[in-house]
């Protein structure tokens, strides 16, 4: 029954925007307008985050995450062997191990940022490549070096693969003035470059670096290897829900998304302008046209339409418009998406610099069908919002003075 009714208003309102297909076009159009500039400007966004992305995924690590204590509550939620079990039990971990960090230095004062890792953990969890040399041997006094750091102690201490480096660890005595004990590490291997933090570090034996510090109970982090970068994001969830931070090049990920958010957000405010223009096109039609069928509508209501029939009828009056400036929006906006990507994505990637120079490999505006939903979904619900005053308007006419005074 309702359904029935609901169709008849249509048809009806279909006979009435035949009658004035101009009109309802050009007020279409201005609804469309708005519409093509949301899509735009929102596709413009989500290309240069989507591409933002994919450059963070090709050039980082993004399946690495370390785990480190935090405050939760007032209290520090320690790394513990409990913690540490729970980390590796977690859904997609495909591999973890605990670490401890240290700085070090040479006898001629170059910082070492030192790792301690089970050397187990150094293939299953960091995976390196190297570019001389091989993996550490369990509890001796061996070192590899990041990529970075042995091209520094190359170049101003002469230092090569398989020499013997004195290290300078810091203590203190019982006085508290510092005292620099001497320790020997060979260096075995030397990693190829990582373009991460590996390659300033100097990687030792989780138990011989807890050994040098005097306590063999405390850990700093731990390394969790995902199975997938598409779980990623769900294992830093868990990761958190355990009390504990994670760290890793996700956060860059993370940051793309809250900086293009406010972008888009920014941009659709200033094309959402547009869409005001729209409704006020879309009001004034339609009291145009309630005023220029004040007859018709009383004499409508006198042959038994009730006020609610008359509201419906504007509606879809309104509902038509919208659908019309939806599909007409839709065609605007993947135009001006297409006419972004073929003349303004390289004056984008020349502003942007080499570091954004995959954008050109893609679309820099990415159109998707939940962008195209959503444009004509806000000028369906934009018109029949539009239409709710002149709705009311024409439903509360006298319909005897209509048939009066009307014209």
């Given at each position: 029954?309702?359904?029935?009714?609901?169709?008849?208003?249509?048809?009806?309102?279909?006979?009435?925007?035949?009658?004035?297909r101009m009109r309802v076009f050009l007020t279409a159009l201005g609804i469309a307008i708005g519409v093509a500039a949301v899509i735009g400007t929102v596709s413009l966004g989500e290309g240069v985050r989507y591409q933002a992305v994919e450059a963070i995924k090709e050039q980082s690590d993004l399946t690495l995450i370390e785990a480190t204590a935090d405050i939760r509550g007032g209290a520090i939620q320690f790394i513990t062997p409990a913690k540490i079990d729970e980390l590796a039990a977690i859904q997609h971990v495909e591999a973890s191990s605990a670490v401890v960090r240290e700085a070090y230095t040479t006898k001629r004062q170059t910082y070492l940022e030192v790792v301690g890792i089970d050397p187990g953990g150094i293939e299953g969890v960091i995976r390196p490549k190297f570019l001389r040399g091989g993996p550490l041997e369990p509890g001796s006094r061996q070192a590899v070096l990041g990529h970075d750091v042995a091209e520094t102690l190359q170049r101003?201490?002469?230092?090569?693969?398989?020499?013997?480096?004195?290290i300078l660890i810091r203590?203190?005595?019982?006085?508290?003035?510092?005292?620099?004990?001497?320790?020997?590490?060979?260096?075995?291997?030397?990693?190829?470059?990582?373009?991460?933090?590996?390659?300033?570090?100097?990687?030792?034996?989780?138990?011989?670096?807890?050994?040098?510090?005097?306590?063999?109970?405390?850990?700093?982090?731990?390394?969790?290897?995902?199975?997938?970068?598409?779980?990623?994001?769900?294992?830093?969830?868990?990761?958190?829900?355990?009390?504990?931070?994670?760290?890793?090049?996700?956060?860059?990920?993370?940051?793309?998304?809250?900086?293009?958010d406010v972008v888009v957000l920014i941009l659709a405010f200033f094309a959402g302008v547009s869409l005001i223009v729209g409704v006020l096109m879309i009001v004034n039609t339609m009291v145009t046209s309630v005023f220029e069928r004040t007859r018709e509508i009383g004499i409508t209501?006198?042959?038994?339409?009730?006020?609610?029939?008359?509201?419906?009828?504007?509606?879809?009056?309104?509902?038509?418009?919208?659908?019309?400036?939806?599909?007409?929006?839709?065609?605007?906006?993947?135009?001006?998406?297409?006419?972004?990507?073929?003349?303004?994505?390289?004056?984008?990637?020349?502003?942007?610099?080499?570091?954004?120079?995959?954008?050109?490999?893609?679309?820099?505006?990415?159109?998707t069908p939940e962008i195209l939903a959503t444009g004509m979904t806000i000028a369906i619900v934009l018109s029949l919002v539009s239409g709710l005053y002149p709705a009311l308007k024409a439903a509360h006419l006298n319909p005897v003075t209509a048939i009066r005074t009307g014209v």
């Open positions: 029954m309702i359904f029935g009714r609901l169709i008849d208003y249509l048809k009806v309102s279909a006979h009435q925007v035949a009658r004035k101003y201490e002469g230092v090569r693969f398989g020499d013997a480096v004195p203590r203190y005595d019982a006085n508290g003035m510092p005292v620099d004990e001497e320790v020997t590490f060979t260096l075995v291997g030397v990693l190829q470059e990582r373009d991460d933090a590996f390659d300033q570090a100097m990687l030792v034996d989780r138990g011989v670096a807890q050994e040098l510090r005097g306590d063999e109970t405390a850990f700093d982090g731990v390394l969790v290897r995902v199975d997938h970068p598409d779980a990623v994001f769900g294992v830093v969830d868990d990761v958190k829900a355990l009390g504990l931070t994670a760290k890793g090049a996700f956060q860059q990920i993370e940051s793309v998304n809250q900086l293009m209501m006198a042959i038994g339409a009730s006020p609610a029939d008359v509201v419906y009828l504007i509606l879809a009056e309104c509902f038509y418009i919208g659908l019309i400036g939806g599909v007409l929006g839709n065609l605007l906006g993947v135009a001006f998406t297409g006419a972004i990507n073929t003349f303004g994505k390289p004056f984008i990637i020349a502003r942007l610099g080499d570091t954004f120079s995959t954008f050109a490999e893609g679309d820099i505006a990415l159109i």
